[in-house]
């Protein structure tokens, strides 16, 4: 015959042993919840709000002579344009490699000034603030408890920074100007709390870490503890009402 109280006894332990365990966790994926649900994503996380698309590429009167004096020594694989702080850039894939042509003036592989990139990054910026700071840079500089990595290992970017209520930062690849991402103190925060979450504190990527998995265990094993003796309660507090 099943002991009611000896049942509950170890549901009571089990529940408290787990508590320690995955309290801190679960406080953690609810914070993160209310983060994710409060947060607008697409206008403040992803920059909708105060970032326009790149302009749609237009191919200058001439490119096409520009190309083949280009080219004329190598056997051209593929042809991509872009646009770009220097205007429009082809990349041009042979035997030797890439190449970037910039069609303005034909040079082939250089690299925007600051001024080029200042001027790309403002046509592009919507929001209500001033630009503050034009910088080339290997990689951002981590924050937050050093999880978060704004461009995720990528290197040579231009940065530029605008001093609105969320400080964006527009990013730009640094031997091109092409334009990559939008970041933001927000977007800071919300990948801090999503590497939180799924508790890849590395790549903030893998959901179906070894890490997370043992954790959802334990939450699991807490909540059903914890709902077993909500029924316990229940049935005694029945049982006495009677």
Same mark, same amino acid.
């Given at each position: 015959?099943?002991?009611?109280?000896?049942?509950?006894?170890?549901?009571?332990?089990?529940?408290?042993?787990?508590?320690?365990?995955?309290?801190?966790?679960?406080?953690?994926?609810?914070?993160?919840?209310?983060?994710?649900?409060?947060?607008?994503?697409?206008?403040?996380?992803?920059?909708?709000?105060?970032?326009?698309?790149?302009?749609?590429?237009?191919?200058?009167?001439?490119?096409?002579?520009?190309?083949?004096?280009?080219?004329?020594?190598?056997?051209?694989?593929?042809?991509?344009?872009?646009?770009?702080?220097?205007?429009?850039?082809?990349?041009?894939?042979?035997?030797?490699?890439?190449?970037?042509?910039?069609?303005?003036?034909?040079?082939?592989?250089?690299?925007?000034?600051?001024?080029?990139?200042? $001027?790309?990054?403002? +046509? /592009?910026?919507?929001?209500?603030?001033? @630009?503050?700071?034009?910088? =080339?840079?290997? !990689?951002? &500089?981590?924050?937050?408890?050093?999880?978060?990595?704004?461009?995720?290992?990528?290197?040579?970017?231009?940065?530029?920074?605008?001093?609105?209520?969320?400080?964006?930062?527009?990013?730009?690849?640094?031997?091109?100007?092409?334009?990559?991402?939008?970041?933001?103190?927000?977007?800071?925060?919300?990948?801090?709390?999503?590497?939180?979450?799924?508790?890849?504190?590395?790549?903030?990527?893998?959901?179906?870490?070894?890490?997370?998995?043992?954790?959802?265990?334990? $939450?699991?094993?807490? +909540? /059903?503890?914890?709902?077993?003796?909500? @029924?316990?309660?229940?049935? =005694?507090?029945? !049982?006495? &009402?009677?």
């Amino acid at each position: 015959m099943i002991n009611g109280r000896r049942v509950q006894f170890w549901t009571r332990r089990i529940h408290r042993l787990f508590a320690y365990l995955i309290g801190i966790q679960v406080l953690l994926w609810i914070l993160g919840g209310v983060v994710f649900a409060w947060v607008p994503f697409d206008g403040l996380i992803k920059g909708g709000d105060v970032l326009q698309p790149p302009p749609a590429v237009s191919l200058p009167e001439g490119w096409l002579e520009q190309l083949q004096a280009s080219t004329a020594d190598q056997e051209l694989r593929s042809l991509r344009s872009h646009a770009s702080a220097q205007g429009v850039l082809l990349e041009l894939e042979s035997s030797e490699g890439i190449r970037w042509l910039r069609l303005a003036d034909g040079v082939v592989n250089a690299s925007p000034t600051a001024e080029q990139v200042s $001027a790309y990054a403002s +046509s /592009l910026y919507r929001g209500g603030g001033g @630009l503050v700071d034009v910088e =080339r840079i290997d !990689r951002p &500089s981590a924050k937050v408890l050093g999880l978060v990595d704004e461009l995720y290992d990528r290197r040579d970017v231009w940065r530029v920074s605008f001093d609105d209520w969320v400080g964006t930062r527009l990013y730009f690849e640094g031997a091109t100007g092409r334009y990559l991402t939008v970041r933001n103190d927000f977007w800071v925060l919300y990948d801090a709390f999503w590497r939180l979450h799924i508790m890849d504190y590395r790549r903030g990527a893998d959901f179906n870490n070894l890490l997370l998995t043992v954790a959802a265990a334990c $939450a699991l094993v807490f +909540s /059903l503890s914890g709902l077993l003796l909500m @029924l316990q309660t229940a049935w =005694r507090q029945l !049982r006495i &009402s009677r």
